[in-house]
């Protein structure tokens, strides 16, 4: 299939519960993955590793309160503006909070 084709079906706004917590899910299981390496890498004292693990530890933070939101049926409506957050961008991040718009004015 070309990347140019148009799609023949119409991708759902919203992801189902289900298809969230797959995606979830996968987000935490790399996530973990990651945090193994670094701690097998036998670098625990490197300022780098340890960013890197902060970082990821935010991250599993986030993916966590995700599956909260998809339990009270609140997942992929932003925080900031109660809109509908687009599905690619829950594709790509499955565990955040906002829209790209207001994803923006929260990191300004």
């Known amino acids: 299939m070309s990347l140019d084709a148009p799609r023949t079906e119409p991708r759902p706004e919203r992801l189902t519960p289900h298809e969230a917590r797959q995606r979830l899910e996968h987000a ?20 780098l590793i340890a960013a890197q693990q902060d970082a990821i530890g935010r991250v599993l933070k986030e993916i966590e309160a995700a599956f909260a939101r998809v339990d009270d049926g609140t997942y992929g409506a932003c925080l900031g503006c109660g809109k509908p957050v687009p599905g690619e961008r829950l594709e790509i991040l499955p565990y955040t909070r906002y829209c790209v718009a207001c994803q923006r004015r929260a990191a300004a």
Do not use: H, K, V, Y
Not at 34 to 42: C, I, M, T, V, Y
């Open 28 to 47: 935490r299981a790399t996530r973990l993955t990651q945090l193994r390496a670094l701690d097998e890498s036998g670098q625990a004292d490197s300022q």
